[in-house]
């Protein structure tokens, strides 16, 4: 079946500029990550939804970044006047949510997209 | 100090040669450790986790983990080109439905 998919693949945004990106998980997933990869760095959490809902946002950088899952399903990450700090590759991955059988999650990761900000 | 440290190489070694990668770490409520592949410009691959002490081999792959010291590791026995890429570790209090904690990763080069 299909992986975890995200558009776009490359971002480029002029400083002060908003940007959209988009994450389509593992159908029937119900765990959404994104994490921010800056080059030559491992990746760094941001958020985790559970459904539709956020159950962890304390690794977004500042009040600019915003993240939503409306239906459970896509995810949107929003990055308000974009600073070139921000540029990365935003990496987004998805699990079962399987807690009851106590045994341990696979995060599948999609190919991620890089932003650049000029 | 990062909660996880990696070398980040990079390393280059011939081709058969045994490869060891190694990650420690300070947060003692890390119960679960987790290896990823990442090629250039892909995401993230799951090889090998392993939950608390000890060893876990999948064919060429050995993860080791040594929670008294705060110490993994992961071996890769008769490497293959095909084994050149970025290798990250990634550990979790619970598994793989909270956020991982990775680290730098380590690029590593197969010489044919």
């Known amino acids: 079946g299909a992986g975890v998919s995200q558009s776009p693949r490359y971002k480029v945004a002029k400083r002060g500029q908003d940007v959209a990106l988009r994450c389509d998980p593992i159908?029937?997933?119900?765990?959404l990550f994104w994490y921010q990869q800056a080059l030559g760095q491992g990746p760094e959490f941001l958020t985790y939804?559970?459904?539709?809902?956020?159950?962890?946002k304390s690794g977004l950088p500042s009040d600019r970044f915003f993240a939503e899952r409306p239906e459970g399903s896509v995810s949107t990450l929003k990055i308000q006047r974009t600073q070139q700090e921000d540029s990365a590759v935003y990496l987004c991955?998805?699990?079962?949510?399987?807690?009851?059988?106590?045994?341990?999650?696979?995060?599948?990761f999609g190919p991620g997209t890089r932003l650049t900000v000029l | 100090q990062k909660e996880v440290e990696q070398d980040p190489g990079p390393l280059s070694v011939p081709e058969g040669a045994i490869v060891s990668l190694n990650c420690t770490y300070s947060?003692?409520?890390?119960?679960?450790f987790m290896w990823y592949r990442q090629y250039s410009r892909k995401g993230p691959e799951l090889l090998m986790y392993?939950?608390?002490?000890g060893n876990k081999e999948d064919g060429r792959f050995t993860a080791q983990v040594d929670k008294s010291s705060k110490y993994i590791s992961l071996f890769i026995r008769d490497s293959q080109p095909s084994d050149s890429a970025t290798y990250l570790c990634?550990?979790?209090?619970?598994?793989?439905?909270?956020?991982?904690?990775f680290g730098t990763g380590t690029r590593l080069t197969i010489i044919p």
């Open positions: 991955a998805s699990s079962l949510g399987e807690w009851a059988s106590g045994r341990t999650d696979t995060q599948y």
């Open positions: 159908s029937g997933h119900v765990s």
């Open positions: 939804f559970q459904n539709e809902a956020q159950l962890d």
């Open positions: 947060n003692s409520a890390f119960q679960y």
């Open positions: 392993t939950y608390s002490s």
């Open positions: 990634a550990m979790s209090p619970v598994g793989g439905n909270e956020k991982l904690t």
